[in-house]
């Protein structure tokens, strides 16, 4: 199976595109930033003795998009884990204060690039009869926090199209599901211990979920493992008690 992982040069990406490479596919990831972290994932899956290739994408970028599709594929599976947050993270402003170029920019990549990210791979799942596609989602989509509008709302419209497409793509055999992540442990640290020791509490497991965990989730979703699951939204134990703010 040849799966394609948008997003793949760190965190939940990298830990998915290890996943599916350990488990005999063969992977291509992509970065938009940070070629030299890309190239480490490739050969980590390497080493293990699977394949893999890195190659650039911007999900701004829609005729790349589409161009690394028809260079790299066809694919078996998407796991479309890639978002740009257009800065650091949450806004200070109020929302008022907010531009419009911001909404724009945001939506553009992360709605608007995924639905051509989807549409350039689909046809090649549908001749083949098979197809497995993620969207990677967020418990901000739901649940909301400060300052983050425009990438909760880019978040939320996935789970519209997942739903839609589910429908629309079931009957060639093409499955496609959501996973909704909460705050997942990668290799960036951003919040102090005693945060995320606090925010930890909230979840029924009393732990937050690892780059890994989401990647076991990712890869049972979008492998031939996930024989009939279709339209749902997976969230995982990070994100499963909700009204988690930070």
Not at 112 to 121: I, T
Not at 143 to 167: C, I, M
Not at 181 to 202: C, Y
């Amino acid at each position: 199976m040849h799966v394609l992982v948008t997003g793949g040069s760190s965190g939940i990406g990298a830990a998915t595109a290890r996943a599916f490479g350990r488990a005999g596919h063969r992977v291509t990831l992509t970065y938009n930033t940070g070629p030299d972290r890309a190239e480490r994932v490739v050969k980590e899956i390497e080493q293990a003795g699977g394949q893999a290739r890195a190659v650039h994408l911007d999900l701004a970028d829609h005729d790349g998009i589409r161009a690394v599709v028809a260079e790299a594929g066809p694919f078996d599976s998407l796991i479309a884990n890639a978002v740009l947050w257009g800065g650091t993270g949450p806004s200070q402003e109020a929302f008022e204060d907010v531009p419009a170029e911001h909404w724009t920019e945001m939506l553009h990549a992360n709605v608007v690039g995924n639905v051509v990210l989807v549409q350039s791979v689909l046809p090649g799942m549908r001749e083949k009869g098979f197809g497995r596609i993620v969207l990677v989602s967020s418990g901000i989509a739901e649940e909301g926090t400060p300052g983050s509008g425009p990438y909760g709302s880019a978040k939320a419209a996935l789970h519209g199209l997942a739903r839609t497409l589910a429908w629309q793509a079931g009957g060639d055999g093409v499955l496609v599901n959501v996973l909704a992540a909460g705050l997942t442990i990668t290799e960036r640290d951003f919040l102090p211990q005693a945060v995320l020791d606090g925010i930890a509490a909230k979840t029924p497991s009393r732990r937050l979920s690892t780059a890994e965990d989401a990647a076991a989730l990712l890869l049972f979703l979008g492998s031939e493992q996930n024989r009939n699951l279709t339209g749902e939204i997976v969230r995982d134990g990070s994100n499963a008690g909700r009204s988690v703010h930070v």
